[in-house]
T-cell receptor, first 116, second 115 residues
Framework: AQSVAQPEDQVNVAEGNPLTVKCTYS??????LFWYVQYPNRGLQFLLK??????LVKGSYGFEAEFNKSQTSFHLKKPSALVSDSALYFC??????????????FGTGTQLKVEL | DGGITQSPKYLFRKEGQNVTLSCEQN?????MYWYRQDPGQGLRLIYY???????QKGDIAEGYSVSREKKESFPLTVTSAQKNPTAFYLC??????????????FGPGTRLTVT
């Protein structure tokens, strides 16, 4: 089965500093990887995805992610963090289901806290 | 939260009662999904539907039931058989149910508390 791991429950960073939220994956075949963000008591918002092509993927709100096949990682990054980026971030991998269809398997989430 | 609505936002029920959570989308998406979110566990898939009148069990379907009579609607019933129903429930949709690389769009969620 496909899986993703987010090794950090929480990441703290000062506003204006670069941020990285880590994700590693385990898949058979080519991975389809996603990042989502969740604000308190809200649904998830899509940030970006990697399907194929360039290893550096750019997404919403200035976020980007780097796909590294040799390290099986898909870390989320932003050059300069904002207090408003504070939220819960989820990495996910698409998994094909026997008989057709697909589903997303999510990591456990990383709480990002950006402080002044 | 796009074109997906979930109601109600908060729901309180007594143990032993069935409860139905609403999910409606106006995105013309084929596929719809129900997830359950518990603190520290990420999201877990309950049921999904690739097309109208078809649905499949996800990873934690026991104690839940769904229907997909219309493309835009995918209600979830939490039955009294669900051992630990208190959670945050999220509905999602995607353009295609099979193949594709499209992302899922999520509703705002329903927080269910059973006492």
């Amino acid at each position: 089965a496909q899986s993703v791991a987010q090794p950090e429950d929480q990441v703290n960073v000062a506003e204006g500093n670069p941020l990285t939220v880590k994700c590693t994956y385990s898949v058979s075949g080519n991975p389809y990887l996603f990042w989502y963000v969740q604000y308190p008591n809200r649904g998830l918002q899509f940030l970006l995805k990697y399907i194929t092509g360039d290893n550096l993927v750019k997404g919403s709100y200035g976020f980007e992610a780097e796909f590294n096949k040799s390290q099986t990682s898909f870390h989320l990054k932003k050059p300069s963090a904002l207090v408003s980026d504070s939220a819960l971030y989820f990495c996910a991998v698409r998994e094909f289901i026997t008989g057709g269809g697909n589903k997303l398997t999510f990591g456990t989430g990383t709480q990002l806290k950006v402080e002044l | 939260d796009g074109g997906i609505t979930q109601s109600p936002k908060y729901l309180f029920r007594k143990e032993g009662q069935n409860v139905t959570l609403s999910c409606e989308q106006n995105l013309n998406h084929d596929a719809m999904y129900w997830y359950r979110q518990d603190p520290g566990q990420g999201l877990r898939l309950i049921y999904y539907s690739q097309i109208v009148n078809d649905f499949q069990k996800g990873d934690i379907a026991e104690g839940y039931s769904v229907s997909r009579e219309k493309k835009e609607s995918f209600p979830l019933t939490v039955t009294s058989a669900q051992k630990n129903p208190t959670a945050f429930y999220l509905c999602a949709s995607s353009r295609y149910g099979t193949g594709g690389s499209d992302e899922q769009y999520f509703g705002p969620g329903t927080r269910l508390t059973v006492t």
